[in-house]
């Protein structure tokens, strides 16, 4: 059975700092394209970003609301995914879910409350 | 950015009704694009991938057609565990976008 359990989520203050680890089974982890989306409350999904396979050197891509506060990156050997959120504001406040699309899986999520 | 944009907003349909939803993207996208269903604190749940392939395990009763620019989700034969919120994506080009989503509601 494929699964994908985030772990990591709470609540911060802005500015902090909070990483989100996603791990997978049920599919070869390895080769898998890994990516991160968010829901605000009330709101849409949003990509945040996504790391493909080392073969390909864990390359990343992210969304110009996240680029250079948020950090994708990938550990084989745990079969996880993990995000780094830093610099937090207000508007990353969000349901954090991790997917692999090409295996049609998604988590159950992980929420983020960031406020003063 | 490619924009998604799906309609209608939201539907109100009965069991056994048959619903379509569609799903334009602003610029072709080949088939590069998926749906899915969300239920409150659930896990999203992907119905159909590449337009118009099913997702193991699915039901038949779903089905998902189009290409390039315009899409459809269509279930024919409304169950009660339907009643949800449907989003379709595409995956053609980074950042990944997503529409605005249908909510399917009990007449």
């Known amino acids: 059975e494929v699964q994908l359990v985030e772990s990591g989520g709470g609540s911060v203050k802005p500015g902090g700092s909070l990483k989100l680890s996603c791990v997978v089974s049920g599919f070869t982890f390895s080769t898998a394209w890994m990516t991160w989306v968010r829901q605000a409350p009330g709101k849409g999904l949003e990509w945040v970003g996504r790391v493909k396979p080392n073969v390909d050197g864990a390359a990343t891509d992210y969304a110009a609301p996240v680029e250079g506060r948020f950090t994708i990156s990938r550990d084989d050997s745990k079969n996880t995914v993990y995000l780094q959120m830093n610099s937090l504001e207000t508007e990353d406040t969000a349901v954090y879910y991790c997917a692999c699309f090409g295996q049609g899986a998604w988590g159950r999520g992980a929420l983020v409350s960031v406020s003063s | 950015d490619i924009q998604m944009t799906q309609s209608p907003s939201s539907l109100s349909a009965s069991v056994g009704d048959r619903v379509t939803f569609t799903c334009r993207a602003s610029?072709?996208?080949?088939?590069?694009l998926n749906w899915f269903q969300q239920k409150p604190g659930r896990a999203p749940k992907v119905l159909v991938f590449g337009a118009s392939t099913l997702q193991s395990g699915v039901p038949s009763r779903f089905s998902g057609s189009g290409s390039g620019t315009d899409f459809s989700l269509t279930i024919s034969g409304l169950q009660p565990e339907d009643f949800a919120t449907y989003y379709c994506?595409?995956?053609?080009?980074?950042?990944?976008?997503f529409g605005q989503g249908t909510r399917l509601e009990i007449k």
């Open positions: 610029q072709s996208i080949s088939s590069h």
């Open positions: 994506h595409q995956t053609f080009y980074a950042p990944i976008t």
